[in-house]
């Protein structure tokens, strides 16, 4: 299962026999509990039943919106909260998720009954587990990682924060909700990735138009306020993943959209659905020089200025990887007008950009 989350492939009615029906029979012998050793250097021991359990808070977890290294990740900090979560036979008062071990079917929140009881079928929820997750996190939101946190290596917290979180949503009593109502579309829009492209499209007219000529050509499936979902057809690209950035074109448009990946999953070995997430539809790319610089050329940095959703007095720009300094303010001119970007944060770190969060002055 691991194995196709990493490449975001579909988790079929097979694997999920072969992973259920070993525990039945295990179960039905009586040893589905029995502590045994997993690997021979591994510490630590598991039973049948654990194994199983992991697998369906894997599952469980979403990890079709997660890079591959956050999926390692996950996966380890499941072995880590796992003995917290509670497993039965029976539906308990705070059971959240519930599976049929013998059907072939992944696990299923409890917002969907069963439409009948089995006595194949377990009901499990993370317990206590939220808590300590969340205590994990305020721990390594001020910069630390507890060394006794096996996670098969070291991590900076800013790595293992969004992990976190994303667990945090996952495992919550109530599901997560979505912040727009999705609405079903069948339209098509033409796709551009990485930050040069991107900057080059929302640098003007004359600029964009070599490259909308080697545009892909996306379906788009549904469309909110936050975004878009779309199918696509063509899994040659080896540049599709989780965190790309992205510059779109609905066909009939008038303007093109920057976004960024954020669910990838393969439905089969020809086809893939991708989530979306729109960072603005108004953004524009400027050339930014450090403060102590002055508008001389030298020490230009390309960036792309978001100018929607953002607080009074704050502005975010996406900056080539690597970019950002919290110990240096920028300066660009746009519509001749001067802008001073004092930096707040580092926002967001993508696969090939990221984004500077900014308190923003504007002089005439």
């Keep these: ?37 997993l690997y021979p250097a591994q510490p630590g021991l598991t039973s049948v039943a ?40 029976d539906c308990l008062r705070d059971s959240v998720y ?25 009901f499990f929820s993370p317990g206590p587990t939220p808590q300590a997750l969340n205590e994990l996190t305020r721990v390594v939101e ?27 949503t996952y495992w919550a009593p109530e599901p997560p909700q979505r912040e727009h109502p999705r609405h079903a579309v069948k339209t098509r829009i033409a796709v551009l990735q990485g930050f040069d492209d991107c900057f080059t499209v929302f640098a003007g007219d004359v600029a964009r138009l070599g490259k909308e000529r080697t545009a892909e050509s996306w379906v788009v499936e549904n469309v909110s306020l936050g975004g878009f979902g779309a199918g696509v057809d063509d899994l040659g690209a080896e540049w599709l993943k989780i965190g790309v950035l992205l510059c779109m074109h609905p066909e009939g448009g008038e303007n093109w959209v920057l976004g960024v990946v954020r669910r990838y999953n393969k439905d089969s070995d020809t086809h893939a659905s991708v989530g979306i997430q729109a960072l603005s539809k108004y953004a ?58 004092t930096p707040i944060e580092l926002a967001e770190t993508g696969s090939n950009f990221e984004i500077g969060h900014y308190r923003e002055h504007v002089a005439d």
Excluded: C
């Design 284 to 341: 524009q790319s400027v050339e930014l020089r450090a403060r102590t610089a002055g508008f001389s050329a030298t020490g230009a940095v390309p960036g792309i200025w978001l100018r929607e959703g953002n607080a009074t007095g704050e502005t975010r720009v996406v900056l080539p990887p690597g970019s950002f300094d919290v110990r240096e303010s920028l300066e660009f001119e746009h519509d001749d007008r001067s802008y001073l970007l």
């Design 98 to 122: 519930w599976v049929d071990a013998a059907s072939g079917v992944p696990p299923t929140r409890l917002a969907k009954q069963p439409g009948q009881l089995l006595k194949t079928q377990r």
């Design 1 to 37: 299962m691991k194995w196709v989350e990493y490449r975001y492939g579909p988790i079929g009615e097979d694997l999920w026999r072969g992973l259920g029906q070993p525990y039945l029979a295990a179960e039905a012998a009586g040893f589905a509990n029995q502590p045994v050793q």
């Design 142 to 168: 001020r910069g630390q990682v507890p060394v006794d946190l096996n996670l098969g290596g070291e991590y900076p917290p800013k790595v293992l924060l969004p992990v976190l979180r994303h667990l945090a």
């Design 50 to 89: 654990q194994q199983y359990l992991h697998a369906l808070i894997f599952y469980s977890s979403s990890m079709d919106n997660l890079m591959p290294i956050e999926i390692e990740l996950a996966d380890r900090l499941i072995t880590h909260f796992q003995a917290g979560f509670v497993f039965s036979n």
